[in-house]
């Protein structure tokens, strides 16, 4: 069973160790994850390798693996999605250091201290979640199976009632 992350973490420190950290992160504690997740939050695994690259720049590779429920936009239930994302950051204090990043590198902002290892998880997850959670089925509850069963609705006109009308007063 892998530990708990810590809270905090200074990757610029870390990376100077060439550190290495594998645990998990409570689903819980994301803000911004939370109101998104249709279940009970569980957790994430991560590993984080901290180093010094070869332009000298402090680098954090890590991964992300978790399971979360989302809402189906189809028939609003649970859905399960499956986020298993790496990622390659570059530690920085300054708008200078960010502009020296070459090409795969993102940015961390270490200039006001720790970094919060839950915020930094959560944002990967985020962006490993789907633009749209849905089923992979299209008839994934009863009333998509319904709607899709019946003939075109649009094909019906609503003003034929009227129109039964009028011409029933015609003939009178």
Avoid: Y
Wanted: proline fraction near 6%.
């Amino acid at each position: 069973m892998r530990a708990a992350l810590p809270d905090l973490i200074e990757p610029a420190l870390l990376a100077e160790k060439g550190a290495r950290l594998d645990g998990r992160v409570a689903l819980g504690q994301m803000e911004r994850l939370t109101p998104l997740i249709a279940s009970e939050p569980g957790e994430a695994w991560v590993e984080l390798a901290f180093s010094i690259d070869a332009e000298g720049l402090r680098t954090v590779h890590g991964r992300v693996r978790a399971e979360v429920a989302l809402r189906c936009q189809r028939c609003l239930q649970p859905v399960p999605v499956a986020i298993d994302s790496e990622f390659h950051l570059a530690v920085v204090t300054s708008v200078t250091e960010e502009r020296r990043l070459h090409g795969g590198l993102e940015p961390i902002d270490c200039s006001a201290g720790p970094v919060a290892t839950a915020r930094l998880v959560e944002d990967e997850i985020l962006l490993g979640l789907p633009l749209v959670a849905s089923h992979p089925d299209a008839g994934c509850n009863d009333m998509m199976a319904r709607w899709q069963g019946k003939k075109d609705v649009a094909a019906e006109n609503p003003f034929s009632v009227l129109r039964n009308w009028q011409d029933k007063r015609r003939d009178d």
